[in-house]
C-alpha cells in the first residue's frame, strides 16, 4: 500500500510541472476560447485548483479512501463511473497477453533447451534479442501494416470486444514473452544436471520427461518472479497499444487525460496500476510459498 500512495504522491508532483493549464483546455472545450480572469478563476476555484499542492493531495486522498476518486475535468463525469466503463476491455486486453505469454515462454523456453546449440535454440535466442531490443510499439505497428491492413485480419475501428482482442494481445505477449523465454532457459540449464534429473535419466527417463517433470518445477521459481514484477509493464505499456489499435480500454482514457491534463483521471489511473502490481507481487510470493517449502519456513 505504501508504494501505491509513493507514485500516486510522486504523479501528484510531476503533473502540475507539465506545460498547459488544465482550465484553460475546460473553458476551450466549453467553446470559451477567449476566457476573461473571471471565469477562470471561477472555474479553478471549483476545481479547488487555487490551493496549495499539499492541500490538493491531502484532500484528494481523503476522497480516495471514502471510495470517491473526484470527477473527470475533460468530460464532468464520475472518474469511477470512466474506469468502471473501460476496464473490461483493458482486463479482457491483459488476461489474454498474459495467458498467450506464459503459454509462449514455456513452450519456447522448453524447446531452445531440448535443441540446445540447435538451430530451433539459434532461432528463439534470436526472437529474445529482438524483443529485448526493439520497442513494443513498433511491433504493433507492423501487425497493424501487415496483418490488419495487408492480410485483412482484424479490424482497425474494432466495435465490442469478442476476438478483436487477439492482436493487440499478441502485441503485448510478442514483447513480453521474449524475456520470460530467455529468462526460463536459463534456468532450465541450470537445473538440467541436477540430481533429480540425473537419476531421472539414469532410470530410462527421455529427455523431453525430465525437462517436464524434474528441471520445469525447479525453474519456475524465477520466472513466476518475472512475471508479477513485469505485469507493471504491461499495464503501462497498454496505452500505446490501445491507441494503436483502437482498443477502448483504459489506455486510451489515459492518453486522452494526459493531454487534456485530467489530473484526477491520471491519478485514478496511477493509483489502479500501482495497487494491480502490489496485488501481483503479494500473489508471486503466495504461489512461490507453495511451490518451494523452504519459503514458507523463512516465513513463518
Same mark, same amino acid.
Given at each position: 500500500?505504501?508504494?501505491?500512495?509513493?507514485?500516486?504522491?510522486?504523479?501528484?508532483?510531476?503533473?502540475?510541472?507539465?506545460?498547459? !493549464?488544465?482550465?484553460?483546455?475546460?473553458?476551450?472545450?466549453?467553446?470559451?476560447?477567449?476566457?476573461?480572469?473571471?471565469?477562470?478563476?471561477?472555474?479553478?476555484?471549483?476545481?479547488?485548483? !487555487?490551493?496549495?499542492?499539499?492541500?490538493? %493531495?491531502?484532500?484528494?486522498?481523503?476522497?480516495?479512501?471514502?471510495?470517491?476518486?473526484?470527477?473527470? %475535468?475533460?468530460?464532468?463525469?464520475?472518474?469511477?463511473?470512466?474506469?468502471?466503463?473501460?476496464?473490461?476491455?483493458?482486463?479482457?486486453?491483459?488476461?489474454?497477453?498474459?495467458?498467450?505469454?506464459?503459454?509462449?515462454?514455456? $513452450?519456447?523456453?522448453?524447446?531452445?533447451?531440448?535443441?540446445?546449440?540447435?538451430?530451433? !535454440?539459434?532461432? $528463439?535466442?534470436? %526472437? =529474445?534479442?529482438?524483443?529485448?531490443?526493439?520497442?513494443?510499439?513498433?511491433?504493433?505497428?507492423?501487425?497493424?501494416?501487415?496483418?490488419?491492413?495487408?492480410?485483412? $485480419?482484424?479490424?482497425?475501428?474494432?466495435?465490442?470486444?469478442?476476438?478483436?482482442?487477439?492482436?493487440?494481445?499478441?502485441?503485448?505477449?510478442?514483447?513480453?514473452?521474449?524475456?520470460?523465454?530467455?529468462?526460463?532457459? *536459463?534456468?532450465?540449464?541450470?537445473? $538440467?544436471?541436477?540430481?533429480?534429473?540425473?537419476?531421472?535419466?539414469?532410470?530410462?527417463?527421455?529427455?523431453?520427461? =525430465?525437462?517436464?517433470?524434474? *528441471?520445469?518445477?525447479?525453474?519456475?521459481?524465477?520466472?513466476? =518472479?518475472?512475471?508479477?514484477?513485469?505485469?507493471?509493464?504491461?499495464?503501462?505499456? =497498454?496505452?500505446?497499444?490501445?491507441?494503436?489499435?483502437?482498443?477502448?480500454?483504459?489506455?486510451?482514457?489515459?492518453?486522452?487525460?494526459?493531454?487534456?491534463?485530467?489530473?484526477?483521471?491520471?491519478?485514478?489511473?496511477?493509483?489502479?496500476?500501482?495497487?494491480? %502490481?502490489?496485488?501481483?507481487?503479494?500473489?508471486?510470493?503466495?504461489?512461490?510459498?507453495?511451490? !518451494?517449502?523452504?519459503?514458507?519456513?523463512?516465513?513463518?
Amino acid at each position: 500500500m505504501a508504494a501505491a500512495l509513493a507514485a500516486t504522491l510522486i504523479v501528484w508532483l510531476i503533473l502540475p510541472l507539465a506545460p498547459g !493549464d488544465p482550465v484553460l483546455r475546460i473553458l476551450a472545450a466549453q467553446g470559451i476560447d477567449e476566457p476573461n480572469e473571471l471565469q477562470i478563476d471561477v472555474l479553478r476555484a471549483e476545481l479547488a485548483l !487555487d490551493r496549495p499542492l499539499p492541500v490538493q %493531495y491531502i484532500e484528494w486522498l481523503g476522497r480516495v479512501v471514502q471510495g470517491d476518486l473526484s470527477v473527470s %475535468y475533460r468530460t464532468g463525469q464520475p472518474v469511477l463511473t470512466e474506469i468502471a466503463s473501460r476496464l473490461p476491455a483493458t482486463a479482457l486486453l491483459l488476461g489474454t497477453a498474459l495467458a498467450f505469454s506464459v503459454f509462449f515462454s514455456l $513452450i519456447l523456453a522448453l524447446i531452445a533447451v531440448h535443441f540446445r546449440d540447435r538451430w530451433p !535454440d539459434r532461432i $528463439i535466442r534470436a %526472437y =529474445t534479442q529482438i524483443t529485448a531490443s526493439v520497442p513494443t510499439f513498433i511491433f504493433a505497428l507492423l501487425v497493424l501494416q501487415y496483418v490488419v491492413l495487408g492480410l485483412g $485480419i482484424g479490424k482497425v475501428l474494432p466495435r465490442g470486444l469478442g476476438w478483436l482482442v487477439l492482436l493487440p494481445a499478441l502485441t503485448l505477449a510478442i514483447d513480453r514473452a521474449g524475456g520470460w523465454t530467455q529468462l526460463l532457459r *536459463a534456468s532450465l540449464l541450470e537445473h $538440467i544436471h541436477s540430481g533429480p534429473v540425473l537419476v531421472a535419466r539414469s532410470r530410462g527417463a527421455t529427455r523431453w520427461r =525430465t525437462l517436464w517433470r524434474h *528441471a520445469l518445477p525447479n525453474s519456475l521459481l524465477p520466472y513466476i =518472479t518475472a512475471i508479477g514484477v513485469s505485469l507493471g509493464a504491461m499495464i503501462g505499456g =497498454t496505452p500505446i497499444i490501445e491507441e494503436i489499435f483502437t482498443w477502448p480500454g483504459l489506455g486510451r482514457l489515459m492518453l486522452l487525460s494526459i493531454q487534456a491534463r485530467d489530473f484526477p483521471v491520471i491519478q485514478a489511473f496511477v493509483l489502479l496500476g500501482a495497487l494491480c %502490481y502490489v496485488t501481483a507481487s503479494m500473489l508471486v510470493d503466495l504461489v512461490s510459498m507453495a511451490i !518451494d517449502p523452504r519459503l514458507r519456513e523463512a516465513h513463518p
